[in-house]
């Protein structure tokens, strides 16, 4: 009996620890994207991921992730830009 009861514990523990990491990284994605539509030029897209932590960004031409990297650091932001596996067709995702 006493093993059952510290389990149900541990497991409200678990269950409590996950809803509040959900919440907070809601948040963060609600923020991340309300953003993009604030900042971003028209001609960016993304789509609100469906699951998960990353959206894809993809830049307009004469917009350079490598250029905008810095800028969003001194900003507290930072991004990875994408291996080639990541694109469908196994080049750059975005040009350089």
Avoid: W
Wanted: charged letters at 25%.
């Amino acid at each position: 009996m006493r093993h059952f009861a510290i389990t149900g514990i541990e497991t409200d523990s678990l269950i409590l620890r996950i809803s509040s990491g959900l919440l907070i990284y809601r948040k963060r994605r609600d923020a991340m994207l309300h953003a993009f539509d604030r900042h971003l030029p028209a001609a960016a897209s993304f789509h609100p991921p469906q699951g998960g932590l990353f959206v894809c960004l993809r830049l307009p031409d004469g917009l350079s992730a490598d250029e905008l990297l810095p800028l969003a650091c001194k900003e507290g932001v930072a991004f990875k830009r994408p291996a080639p596996r990541f694109s469908r067709n196994g080049t750059r995702a975005v040009p350089p």
